[in-house]
Nanobody
Framework: QLQASGGGLVQAGESLRLSCAAS????????MGWYRQTPGKQRELVAAITSSGTTNYADSVKGRFIISRDNAKNTVNLQMNSLKPEDTAVYYC????????????WGQGTEVTVSS
């Protein structure tokens, strides 16, 4: 199970930090990440991080967002800086096993709204 928190309303240029905690039995070799979705658009991968620390970012957030994790606590964070109105979306925390291509576990969404 994944529990996300940290969404909210901010102005363009400001920052937000999303957090997500995994509970239950978690296979140690996994990838935790964040997807986002806006109405009428496909869900997109924002950032992901493997249990060994390898990261992957969508081009649209490179240089602005930073994903990090604490393996001992099974938590993942997304530091979002220099937010833009186009970052407005519902953000979902995810977890997949290292050998899978798609997430097996999705958290509840947390809404991020960036006003111009």
């Amino acid at each position: 199970q994944l529990q996300a928190s940290g969404g909210g309303l901010v102005q363009a240029g400001e920052s937000l930090r999303l957090s997500c905690a995994a509970s239950g039995s978690i296979f140690p070799r996994n990838v935790m990440g964040w997807y986002r979705q806006t109405p009428g658009k496909q869900r997109e991968l924002v950032a992901a991080i493997t249990s060994s620390g390898t990261t992957n970012y969508a081009d649209s957030v490179k240089g602005r967002f930073i994903i990090s994790r604490d393996n001992a606590k099974n938590t993942v964070n997304l530091q979002m800086n220099s937010l833009k109105p186009e970052d407005t979306a519902v953000y979902y925390c995810t977890l997949r096993w290292i050998w899978e291509r798609e997430p097996q576990i999705w958290g509840q969404g947390t809404e991020v709204t960036v006003s111009s």
